[in-house]
């Protein structure tokens, strides 16, 4: 098993920054691939960001310049650091890991088993 804790969110006026933070704890040797999910109320989850443990990245096309995936891998932290926020990227944000698999840790056919509780962000105009 793996557990992940999220902190770092909060409110913040459109433009500014926030950087969250997702400690791995457990069985941290199945974080492969480790990732942020975001919800906002009526949407469906999506990903924001994945890193595998040799610090490959990808992004979302919706984020791609304004946030940067990173990870500790001494400290087992995995931090989303959030620039020129919108009212958008407002939502319940989430860690996830796990082992890796055939595909890759982005490709929409991978699954992700171990799961945060989430942040809250709110960036308002």
């Known amino acids: 098993q793996v557990q992940l804790a999220e902190s770092g969110g909060g409110s913040v006026q459109a433009g500014g920054s926030l950087r969250l933070s997702c400690v791995a704890s457990g069985h941290t040797y199945r974080s492969d691939c480790m990732g942020w999910f975001r919800q906002a109320p009526g949407k469906e989850r999506e990903g924001v960001a994945h890193?595998?443990?040799?610090?490959?990245?990808n992004y979302a096309d919706s984020v791609k310049g304004r946030f940067t995936v990173s990870k500790d891998n001494a400290k087992n932290i995995l931090y989303l650091q959030m620039d020129s926020l919108k009212p958008e990227d407002s939502g319940m944000y989430y860690c996830?890991?796990?082992?890796?698999?055939?595909?890759?840790?982005?490709?929409?056919?991978?699954?992700?088993?171990?799961w945060g509780q989430g942040t809250q962000v709110t960036v308002s105009s």
């Open positions: 996830a890991a796990d082992t890796a698999s055939l595909v890759s840790c982005w490709s929409p056919r991978y699954t992700y088993g171990y």
């Open positions: 890193i595998t443990k040799a610090g490959s990245t």
